[in-house]
């Protein structure tokens, strides 16, 4: 059974930092694609970044430069280091696996591209 939780988030000032962690049972990460969404009210779920099982990533626009996804193989786990957050930050962040055959193959930002998801934990950045 396909299992995704999410931990670390919580709330930080403006300009901190979190890192989030999801750890995989039922997947590899080795041998999924996977990615970061995040959910705030009256807006429609954004991805944020997504990785391939080599290692490629990709991110939307308003974070780059900003944060980071990787992976651990030995752990499991996916991560998203978030730095120099800002109050648009705000929002619940969902990890999101799907099975890739290629090895190479960067998902889309898109919800549609992943078929299993976590249950979300929240980031709040105050001023």
């Known amino acids: 059974q396909v299992q995704l939780v999410e931990s670390g988030g919580g709330s930080v000032q403006a300009g901190g930092s979190l890192r989030l962690s999801c750890a995989a049972s039922?997947?590899?990460?080795?041998?999924?694609?996977m990615g970061w969404f995040r959910h705030t009210p009256g807006k429609e779920r954004e991805g944020v970044a997504t990785?391939?099982?080599?290692?490629?990533?990709r991110y939307v626009d308003s974070v780059k430069g900003r944060f980071t996804i990787s992976k651990d193989i030995a752990k499991n786990t996916l991560y998203l280091q978030m730095n120099s957050l800002k109050l648009e930050d705000t929002a619940m962040y969902y990890c999101?696996?799907?099975?890739?055959?290629?090895?190479?193959?960067?998902?889309?930002?898109?919800?549609?591209?992943?078929?299993?998801w976590g249950q979300g934990t929240q980031v709040t950045v105050s001023s």
């Open positions: 990785i391939s099982r080599d290692g490629t990533t």
């Open positions: 999101a696996a799907a099975r890739c055959s290629s090895t190479v193959y960067v998902p889309p930002l898109a919800v549609g591209s992943f078929a299993s």
């Open positions: 039922g997947y590899t990460v080795s041998s999924a694609c």
